[in-house]
């Protein structure tokens, strides 16, 4: 069983940039598509962004698109998230997840079956 580790959350002001980090286990992440989700207090979790095994493939949620960006080190077993201009609406626990292995559907739309435990990120107006 894969356990995946987030880093990088806090406190920044609007139109601030944080990157999170999601450190995985096991040798074959590689293998792996993965997401970001998050969810605010009193909501559902939602969808963030996705990539796809190889790092080739991409998928953002609209309200994210252009101000985020999602990318993969297979070398390391890592995932980040990179958030530029955030918005106090951007505030939320974000989830890093693994997806399915060799997966070319939509990322979107894919099973994520293993979740770290979270990373705050605040944005305050």
């Known amino acids: 069983q894969v356990q995946l580790v987030e880093s990088g959350g806090g406190l920044v002001q609007a139109g601030g940039s944080l990157r999170l980090s999601c450190a995985a286990s096991?040798?074959?992440?590689?293998?792996?598509?993965a997401g970001w989700f998050r969810q605010a207090p009193g909501t559902e979790r939602e969808f963030v962004a996705a990539?796809?095994?190889?790092?080739?493939?991409?998928s953002y949620a609209d309200s994210v698109k252009g101000r985020f960006t999602i990318s993969k080190d297979n070398t390391n077993n890592m995932v980040y998230l990179q958030m530029s201009s955030l918005k106090p609406e951007d505030t939320a626990v974000y989830y890093c997840?693994?997806?399915?292995?060799?997966?070319?559907?939509?990322?979107?739309?894919?099973?994520?079956?293993?979740w770290g435990q979270g990373t705050q990120v605040t944005v305050s107006s």
């Open positions: 997840a693994r997806g399915p292995r060799f997966w070319i559907g939509s990322l979107r739309d894919a099973k994520y079956d293993s």
């Open positions: 096991g040798r074959t992440f590689s293998q792996y598509s």
């Open positions: 990539i796809s095994w190889s790092g080739s493939s991409t």
